[in-house]
Structures are given as structure tokens and as C-alpha cells.
């Protein structure tokens, strides 16, 4: 049993592993992320990406010199949380991932972007997804208040949609042990089913 978690600027790199490999997804869990693609508004597209392109902006102007404990403790993570996110690089070399990541995320829905006609195709594809799907926005962060979490009703309408008190942006960190015990309860319920 294999699942799928898409959480903010991932969920477009990982869902699109969905459409890639479907026979080795048996569920998925969906928190605070985006799917842009090129059928959005300008207008809609910038304001359900807006506080990613913020972070992508300081991204780009950082590269590998990113201040990832200095920028999640601005997001309200706690100092030993945040130097954490400091302690696994031991060098500027050792944040490449993190600096190209947010690259792979479109910000602008015109022009002919492969990386744009993929989004599209997997938004196509997930319209026909019928596998257990998890949702988890918060209710205080832009994905979960706007665009983005009704997409992803819209999608899966079978999905089980739980909304998270709090967690803004980042609700691994902040709704944690919440998320997981959702998760677990899920993952246990359509493990029963299948049975």
C-alpha cells in the first residue's frame, strides 16, 4: 500500500507522479497546496499563488544562501523548530533542492510551459481518480480559504475533506500530530474497506 502526500509548492510535483504511476498509488492526502494551470483567470492564478510567489521571490534572490531557520521563524515556527531546518545543511551546497523546487511551480498561467500543459494534464487525470483521497486545509491560510481547497473538492468529490483549525501555510509544523492521527484513522478505515 502506497499513498501520495501533497502539501503546499509539492502537491503540483507530486500529483503529477499520480498521473505517472497510478498503479503504485492506492490513496491520497491532500494538505494546503495549489494545481495551477493555464485555464485560471490572471488574476485568480495570482491571488491563489500569491504568498508562494512571495517565498519563491526570496528564493530566487538567495539561491543556496537561503536563511531557511530566519525565514520559518518569520512564519511563527519556534526557535528550535526553525533551527532545525538550519541543522541538516551543513554547507550553502547542501540547499540546491530547496533554491529549485519552487521553480517547477508556474506563476504566471500563459505561454506554452511544459511544466504548465503537465499541470493541466494531471488535473485532466485526477477528475478521474476514484481512490481514497484525504483533504486537509487549514482555515486560516490562503490555500484553505480560497481557490485552491474548492478545486480539490471539485476534483474529488468522494474525498474525505477535514478542515484544520489554524496552521496557516505550514501545518505540518504547527498541526502535526493532528494531521497524523487524521491520516492514520484514514489510512486504517480504507485498509478495512479493502479487506
Not at 68 to 74: E, F, I, P, R
Not at 139 to 147: C, R, T, V
Request: charged share 20%; net charge positive.
Amino acid at each position: 500500500s502506497s499513498g501520495i502526500n501533497a502539501e503546499y509548492g509539492g502537491g503540483p510535483v507530486g500529483l503529477s507522479v499520480v498521473k505517472e504511476m497510478p498503479q503504485l498509488i492506492d490513496s491520497l492526502c491532500i494538505l494546503n497546496t495549489v494545481l495551477p494551470c493555464r485555464d485560471d483567470t490572471v488574476l485568480k492564478h495570482i491571488v491563489n499563488l500569491f504568498h508562494f510567489m512571495c517565498w519563491s521571490t526570496v528564493i530566487f534572490v538567495c539561491q543556496t544562501h537561503l536563511p531557511l531557520g530566519t525565514l520559518l521563524g518569520y512564519e511563527g515556527v519556534d526557535g528550535t523548530t526553525s533551527r532545525g531546518y538550519t541543522a541538516p545543511f551543513p554547507n550553502y551546497r547542501y540547499k540546491a533542492g530547496v533554491a529549485r523546487w519552487p521553480q517547477l511551480v508556474p506563476m504566471l498561467p500563459w505561454g506554452n510551459s511544459r511544466i504548465i500543459e503537465d499541470m493541466r494534464t494531471t488535473k485532466r487525470f485526477l477528475r478521474n481518480w476514484t481512490k481514497p483521497v484525504l483533504m486537509m486545509f487549514c482555515d486560516d491560510g490562503i490555500s484553505g480559504k480560497g481557490a485552491s481547497k474548492e478545486l480539490f473538492k471539485s476534483l474529488f468529490p468522494h474525498g474525505v475533506d477535514i478542515p484544520i483549525k489554524g496552521g496557516g501555510c505550514l501545518l505540518p509544523e504547527f498541526k502535526g500530530e493532528e494531521l497524523a492521527q487524521h491520516l492514520s484513522r484514514f489510512l486504517n478505515e480504507n485498509k478495512k474497506k479493502t479487506k
